[in-house]
């Protein structure tokens, strides 16, 4: 049984999220709060708590407070937020203040109860369409870097294909046989990539390749 305390100062919210949970088997509600220090309050006398699903927005003390007060008091009850701020700053702050899932309120009923019973046993979890939308923008930063790259150096496609080899290991006549190029060509190739990154040699030319995305 999964012994869960709902902190939420709304308590229209909060009973509707309590029915929800304990139409579930395996689940029990066994406190509810307004703030973070009511949580506190109960933690302290009760045995055993496995899960917090608490808010952000919380007079007193607000969720973020609360993370940090258990992370350092009651290291084992894990914490999940549960709240309507969208914002990747407040993700990001509750998972390294310590919560162990960020979901927003309008998550359906079959994922709030995945998310609880995935972090119960030691997961971490956030919602899907914060998932989605911290994936998106990180595609679109990548496109967004590798356009700006390309604008900025303009390699032939035989560099491309050289710097790649070079990060795999080969030498000047591996490649030269692998391309069917003279050994000449290939250093022509290997220096005007030196030159074109501003690279000391091969070694910063091949950090270069991969802080830029060329090689992997």
């Known amino acids: 049984m999964i012994k869960i305390i709902l902190a939420e100062d709304h308590n229209i919210v909060r009973n509707g999220i309590k029915v929800l949970l304990e ?3 395996g689940l029990s509600v066994v406190g509810e709060a307004k703030n973070g220090q009511e949580v506190l309050n109960m933690i302290s006398k009760e045995n055993h708590i496995d ?9 007193v003390m607000d969720g973020i407070e ?17 709240s309507m701020l969208d914002s990747e700053k407040y993700v990001i702050q509750a998972f390294s203040e310590g919560a ?5 309120k309008n998550v359906s ?4 109860i995945f998310a609880i019973k995935h972090v119960s046993i030691g997961s971490k979890y956030l919602c899907s369409e914060l998932s ?3 994936l998106e923008r990180l595609i679109n930063s990548s496109i967004s870097s590798q356009s700006a790259f390309e604008d900025d150096i ?6 491309i294909e050289v710097l790649n080899l070079i990060a795999q290991g080969l030498t000047n006549h591996e490649m030269s046989e692998k391309l069917f190029l003279s050994k000449r060509t290939i250093e022509g190739h290997r220096q005007s990539l030196i030159e074109k990154t501003g690279s000391r040699n ?5 950090r270069y390749a991969v802080l830029n995305g060329i090689v992997q």
């Open 132 to 134: 989605i939308k911290m």
């Open 109 to 112: 009923s079959d994922e709030l």
């Open 100 to 104: 162990c899932g960020y979901l927003l």
């Open 23 to 25: 139409s579930e088997e």
């Open 66 to 82: 609360l993370v940090k007060k258990l992370k350092a008091t009651y290291p084992k009850v894990r914490l999940i937020i549960l």
């Open 154 to 159: 303009d390699f032939s496609s035989r560099e």
């Open 202 to 206: 091969t070694a910063s030319l091949i």
């Open 51 to 59: 899960l917090v699903l608490a808010d952000i927005n919380m007079p």
